[in-house]
Nanobody
Framework: EVQFVESGGGLVQAGGSLRLSCAASGFTFADYTIAWFRQAPGKEREGVSCIASSDSSTYYSDSVKGRFTISSDKAKSTVYLQMNSLKPEDTAVYYC??????????????????????WGQGTQVTVSS
């Protein structure tokens, strides 16, 4: 059974930093693209960043480029999202996700939640002004 456990969310002041973790199990982690999505109240789910562990290719949305960094630790089957210079508009529930199929193709689909089949429970990030 594919499972994700996200952690690291919390309350932080604007300009601060958080590091989210997504521990994965139940599949061959190194073969898959892992995504971070976020959803704020009343808004659609947004693809924030993706990484393909097999070749370390990455994607960042324009809204986080230069501030967030995604990385993966294959030995721990864990993906991290380092979030710096946080803004109030980064406030959302952050989810990690993976598609049903393996491969690096899904890095290019990072803005498409429908192609990601497996989802974690989410972790809340709140940035105060």
């Amino acid at each position: 059974e594919v499972q994700f456990v996200e952690s690291g969310g919390g309350l932080v002041q604007a300009g601060g930093s958080l590091r989210l973790s997504c521990a994965a199990s139940g599949f061959t982690f190194a073969d898959y693209t892992i995504a971070w999505f976020r959803q704020a109240p009343g808004k659609e789910r947004e693809g924030v960043s993706c990484i393909a562990s097999s070749d370390s290719s990455t994607y960042y949305s324009d809204s986080v480029k230069g501030r967030f960094t995604i990385s993966s630790d294959k030995a721990k089957s864990t993906v991290y999202l380092q979030m710096n210079s946080l803004k109030p508009e980064d406030t959302a529930v952050y989810y990690c996700a993976a598609p049903y199929y393996s491969g690096t193709y899904f890095v290019s689909q990072c803005q498409t939640p429908d192609v990601f089949n497996y989802w974690g429970q989410g972790t809340q990030v709140t940035v105060s002004s």
